[in-house]
């Protein structure tokens, strides 16, 4: 959070809860309307859902990109398309249309000028890591690392898998000899203890990205569903270029 250009404004208001959201946090609350997105915010299991929230007059609204984990049709959307969805629908719930149209041309932009500087050549193999040690925990197509990595000209390793965040197996991060690591940065476990893992986790140790020592960092508030993913593919693409690729 303090390398976020948003931590004054977050420190500013009330918190409520640093446990995941519960049913019960939100009620007790009086909250109008919950803003969160299928798991990491609304959860069958913990018993907060947008229909247990509607039971009780509270309004919501999920992250369009979380859709896809959620019900029986998952809707289907690219993750930077369901960025500007929910920035363009949040605006018009705050009444400030204007504002968020602003917003998402200014990242539309960026992430044009990002696709026309593209190197030529093959793009980078790029294994995305969250967590993990017996299986990994990494992001599919359907989530934003997915883009912020195509978009910095590189090539997602689990980018083949219909998915969010998923659980894989290493065979596949091996075989698929990625050439650098971005490490997602978030949680009670330092990045560099999960940077120490994986340089020492033997079967990685002759995989190009720990030959060469090349790990990126992402923050977690780059690589969910926001303004910020345009950040991270910046500063990807500009880490790629310095190892020239």
């Known amino acids: 959070m303090a390398r976020s250009p948003y931590v004054a404004d977050y420190r500013s208001v009330e918190t409520l809860s640093t446990d995941v959201l519960s049913f019960e946090t939100v009620v007790a609350a009086r909250a109008d309307w919950v803003l969160a997105g299928w798991n990491s915010g609304f959860s069958e299991a913990r018993g907060i859902t947008p229909a247990k929230l509607d039971g009780v007059g509270i309004r919501s609204y999920q992250h369009t990109e979380s859709c896809f984990n959620y019900g029986d049709r998952p809707v289907k959307v690219p993750p930077l398309e369901a960025l500007y969805t929910d920035l363009r629908q949040i605006g018009q719930i705050f009444h400030v249309g204007d504002r968020a149209e602003a917003l998402v041309a200014d990242l539309q932009a960026r992430a044009a000028a990002l696709r026309a500087n593209a190197p030529a ?23 934003a690392p997915d883009t912020i990595v195509s978009l910095a000209r ?3 390793i689990a980018g083949n898998l219909d998915a969010r965040w998923t ?13 650098v690591i971005a490490v997602v940065d978030y949680g009670d476990r330092p990045v560099a203890d999960k940077i120490a893992f994986l340089k020492s986790f033997p079967p990685l140790a002759d995989t190009p990205a720990v030959r060469e020592n090349r790990f990126h960092v992402l923050d977690y508030g780059e690589a969910v569903s926001g303004p910020r993913n345009l950040d991270a593919a910046e500063k990807l693409a500009a880490y790629l270029r310095s190892i020239g690729r």
């Open 154 to 156: 590189g090539r997602n």
């Open 121 to 143: 050549g093959e793009p980078a193999r790029v294994f995305i890591y969250d967590s993990g040690t017996d299986q990994p925990f990494t992001s599919g197509n359907q989530a």
């Open 167 to 179: 659980t894989i197996g290493w065979e596949p991060v091996v075989q698929a000899q990625p050439e």
